[in-house]
C-alpha cells in the first residue's frame, strides 16, 4: 500500500479503549516507510506515551473504498491535572483520550 510521503513514524489503524472509554488500553498501528505502509503492531496506551516522549510521532489513518490509506488526524500528548492524555484535539480539556472515529479493534 504506497503513500506519497511519511505522515508519522507510526499510523493508527484501530484502537481498542477501557469499559468507561475514557482511555486507550491498545492500538493496531502500522509502520510508515514512507512508500509503504507495514509492520502491523500492537502497541499499549503506555508505550504510545513513552514513544511520544521520545520523539516518534502517530497519526490516524483510515481506508478508503478502493482499499487507500487516507492521512487522519495526528495524535498529540497532553497533560490534564498532572495525567497524560493521547488525543487529536488538543484544545479540547476533557480528561480523557480520544482519537475520534478511529474503528474499535
Known sequence: MITLEKWADYLIFAVKTNPNQTHIDSVEVHSDFCSLV???????????IANIKKGFTYTTVYKTKTGKFRKGENIYLTNI???????TD?????PSDNFDNVPEL
Do not use: A, H, V
Not at 38 to 48: A, D, G, K
Open 38 to 48: 507495514c509492520e502491523t503492531l500492537i502497541l499499549s496506551r503506555t508505550e504510545i
Open 81 to 87: 491535572n498532572g495525567e497524560d492524555y493521547l488525543r
Open 90 to 94: 488538543i484544545k479540547n480539556n476533557t
